[in-house]
């Protein structure tokens, strides 16, 4: 079936270092992938997306690449800040049905100053 | 626009009680979600709706659970009687209708049943 692992938290990081959270997902047909974040006390909101193979999204320094091959949209940043520590969420939605996404678990990042 | 707008922000409750969880999408969006979200099982989708009609309801946990939108603007989630293992963060989503539309969630109920 579909599904999205991400890999498990908490990360903890210095300011200004670099990112990445991995993930990976089983899909069948073509996906639309997502990362989203959440911050302390708040709801979900969506970081960046991926309609299809070898995008690449962006947004406020995040990237991630949709890739096919390897079945993975790792989200990366190359300098982090203190602002960034929040919930980070992986998800797909699935040809069929796009309303329904699949989540992964969330991974935890804290960064330090 | 305000966003999704959930109420109540926490809600604590006793065993066997009552509990209704309100929200309201943004305007003109089709689609509404309820999501849980807990340590052990991560964030689960309870239901939603499209149009205020229920599309998928198959991950309401029990019959303890139901949901309605009697309009575009208003959705509830109620819960009798609860059970403390219905503690969560209950969050309403709204969304347009088309593919890869993002959705936009409200701050969350959190429901401690005691």
Excluded at chain 1, 17 to 44: D, K, M, R
Excluded at chain 1, 89 to 101: D, E, I, M, T, W
Excluded at chain 2, 72 to 78: Q, R, V
Aim: net charge negative.
């Amino acid at each position: 079936g579909n599904s999205v692992t991400q890999m498990e938290g908490p990360v903890t990081l210095s300011e200004e270092a670099f990112l990445t959270i991995n993930c990976t997902y089983t899909a069948t047909g073509y996906p639309s992938l997502f990362w989203y974040v959440q911050y302390p006390g708040e709801g979900l909101q969506l970081l960046l997306k991926a309609t299809k193979a070898d995008d690449k999204g962006s947004n406020k320094g995040f990237e991630a690449t949709y890739r096919k091959e390897t079945t993975s949209f790792h989200l990366e940043k190359g300098s982090v800040q203190v602002s960034d520590s929040a919930v980070y969420f992986c998800a797909l939605s699935y040809a069929g049905n796009n309303r329904k996404l699949i989540w992964g678990l969330g991974t935890s990042l804290a960064v330090n100053p | 626009d305000a966003g999704v707008i959930q109420s109540p922000r926490h809600e604590v409750t006793e065993m066997g009680q009552e509990v209704t969880l309100r929200c309201k999408p943004i305007s003109g969006h089709d689609y509404l979600f309820w999501y849980r979200q807990t340590m052990m099982r991560g964030l689960e989708l309870l239901i939603y709706f499209n149009n205020n009609v229920p599309i998928d309801d198959s991950g309401m946990p029990e019959d303890r659970f139901s949901a309605k939108m009697p309009n575009a603007s208003f959705s509830t989630l109620k819960i009798q009687p609860s059970e403390p293992r219905d503690s969560a963060v209950y969050f309403c989503a709204s969304s347009f209708f088309q593919g890869g539309s993002p959705l936009h969630f409200g701050n969350g109920t959190r429901l401690t049943v005691t």
